[in-house]
């Protein structure tokens, strides 16, 4: 039998032809190129983490003529790096302060790894990790000088559930199951639902009657984040709309946004600025803080190893010479647009295209991937109320591309309920339409049973996420047209 030489072999003939048979010096070659690659990223990264205007051009925050702080955080910990310089000061001021923690701090694997020291964790770790971490804040707390018990509030909901609460389990007979601690309810009884979530964070703002909100930035990427977000976004709406008396200020701490905050590391001298590509969405306004406020942040900040076993650095970095945070805007309210009548048509396209129409904005390139990525860089949201029609634009820096999806959701409140809905644009769809960079889809209020607010999101995706709107608040006025 003939023998086959290597150029007779598939196999063989496959691997050169897929530049498997590499050489030491390309393989070299290959290996440097991606750390440059790597680097680069990081890099870039790290740049749009931190925008280059000085501090001095952001608007100081003032206390004066606020009497009552409300201070409301995801985790044991985000008290702290968000706001506790401002704690101090408020207490320092004489204002009445209240510090509510929504999670149980139950569901951080790697910390409980990392405590535990094992690799296969029971529901008993998680439930115990989350004891621990609520400890540390009320140290934490204390060295910000709020010594008081009284005054913190931990609502115990799930940790990393908090979207499931918003949108798949907001009330019935099957609360939420936590993945971690294994429960579908808090120590009191309250079950795990968006409802029960809702009302607790009514029933606080009622009975506290805060002049100042501090919250989750909207933008926040962190999910438990950007979830409370909306759930308080939502009850100070539902508050106002009883009480209209009730203005509170809304400020929004950012924690977790790409490489933010830059530079990492114990820097207690440095500023913190805004991610780049995020300080034109909305106002950001700055609170310094004095070298003795700076040094009991630090401390209070220490009082967490369990998270600091982790991510020193990174926690160290919210030790600065100030605090950021961006007001809030409140809800949009839709009714007749600019004076211009609609009446006499269910078609966005037939508007004019200098109507100005209200948006919600979303930062651009703001990442590596969405720089690369322009047909999946949201830019901003746009609305149009035709009577019991709302039409809303999704706008991207670039066209369209039948490579991603792009998903709207929207949660509609109403006096005696609430419902969701959702669409992913299909091409020729009588409910949705594109005109070069937005796609437009249709929201019929009326199957939503004439809702009094919607709140909306929207993501693209290639398999992944790639971007993804706020929640924002729509208040919807009723409809001039009938």
């Known amino acids: 039998m ?15 032809r897929w530049g498997l048979q590499w050489s030491p010096r390309l393989r070299i070659v290959f290996l440097g190129l991606l ?83 094992r690799l296969r964790l029971r529901s008993e770790d998680f439930v115990a990790l989350g004891e621990l ?11 910000l000088g709020l010594h008081s018990t009284d005054d913190v509030l931990f609502l115990m909901y799930p940790e990393r559930g908090s979207p499931a609460l918003w949108w798949d389990y907001w009330e019935g007979d099957q609360p939420y199951r936590s993945p971690y601690s294994g429960l579908t309810c808090s120590p009191s009884g309250t079950p795990y639902d968006g409802q029960a979530l809702l009302q607790g964070l009514r029933s606080i703002l009622a009975a506290d009657r805060p002049d100042i909100i501090v919250m989750p930035h909207p933008n926040d990427e962190n999910i438990d984040h950007r979830a409370l977000a909306a759930f308080v976004s939502l009850a100070v709406e ?59 942040k630090q401390k209070a900040v220490d009082a967490y190893p369990s998270q600091k076993r982790l991510m020193a650095p990174y926690l160290n970095g ?31 396209q037939a508007i004019a295209s200098d109507v100005s129409l209200p948006a919600l904005y979303d930062p651009v390139s703001d990442s590596v991937v969405r720089r690369l990525s322009s047909s999946a860089d949201i830019e901003e949201l746009r609305l149009i109320r035709l009577g ?46 594109q005109a070069a960079h937005t796609i437009w889809y249709r929201l019929d209020l009326g199957a939503l049973h004439h809702p009094d607010w919607l709140v909306l999101t929207a993501e693209t995706r290639r398999g992944l996420v790639l971007d993804r709107t706020a929640w924002h608040v729509i208040r919807l006025e009723e409809s001039p047209f009938g």
């Open 2 to 16: 003939k023998e086959r030489n290597a150029s007779q072999n598939p196999k063989a003939r496959s691997k050169r």
């Open 35 to 117: 750390a440059l690659l790597i680097v680069g990223v990081v890099r870039q990264e790290a740049f749009l983490a931190r925008s280059d205007a000085p501090l001095e051009a952001y608007p100081s925050l003032s206390l004066e003529g606020y009497h009552r702080l409300l201070v409301l955080a995801p985790h044991c910990d985000d008290e702290t790096l968000g706001a506790g310089g401002l704690i101090q000061a408020a207490l320092r001021e004489g204002m009445g302060v209240r510090v509510v923690i929504v999670t149980a701090c139950d569901g951080y694997r790697s910390a409980a790894m990392a405590q535990f020291r």
């Open 318 to 348: 919210f030790v600065r010479q100030n605090e950021l945070f961006m007001r809030g805007d409140g809800a949009v309210s839709l009714g007749i647009m600019g004076g211009v009548s609609l009446a006499d048509t269910d078609n966005p």
């Open 388 to 433: 019991d029609s709302l039409w809303i634009g999704l706008n991207l820096r670039g066209r369209a591309n039948r490579a991603y999806s792009y998903d709207l959701y929207a949660r509609a409140i109403t006096a005696t309920g609430s419902m969701t809905w959702s669409r992913r644009y299909r091409q020729g769809a009588d409910d949705m339409w």
């Open 238 to 296: 539902m508050e106002r709309a009883e009480d209209p008396t009730f203005q509170p200020l809304l400020l929004g701490y950012l924690v977790h946004y790409g490489s933010y905050p830059q530079p990492f590391g114990l820097k207690p001298g440095a500023f913190l600025r805004p991610p780049r590509q995020l300080e034109s969405i909305g106002e950001w306004v700055v609170w310094r803080l004095s070298a003795e406020e700076v040094a009991a």
């Open 133 to 143: 971490r609520r400890r540390e804040s009320l140290q934490a707390l204390a060295r």
